[in-house]
């Protein structure tokens, strides 16, 4: 298999090879992975942050350990700050969900 060497903005290279099914001959896609990370939490993406609240909640009503150090408010903050536009209020939703999984669990 042949190298590749990863330039600075790289996090990884992916190469991916898959035979369609009743095919002999494998094809073979390849490409690199640019860190698109923003600096920081806060300066990341509506979609990301609420997302990242979204699964943070899940984890934390599984008992996670680690999300120990993560509490509730954390996760309502998290979501509040990445509401956008909320059609519909199902963000608004969450963070009132989190609200109650946090006085359930006092």
Do not use: C, Y
Request: hydrophobic share 45%.
């Amino acid at each position: 298999m042949q190298e590749h060497n990863l330039h600075p903005d790289e996090i990884a290279f992916l190469r991916l090879r898959w035979k369609e099914p009743g095919e002999d001959v494998s094809a073979l896609a390849e490409m690199p992975l640019i860190n698109a990370l923003a600096p920081s939490f806060d300066e990341a993406g509506i979609e990301l942050r609420f997302s990242a609240a979204v699964a943070a909640f899940g984890q934390r009503l599984r008992g996670n350990p680690e999300l120990s150090t993560t509490n509730w408010s954390d996760i309502a903050t998290w979501a509040n700050n990445a509401r956008g536009s909320d059609e519909g209020g199902f963000r608004a939703e969450l963070v009132r969900l989190v609200g109650l999984a946090e006085s359930v669990a006092r």
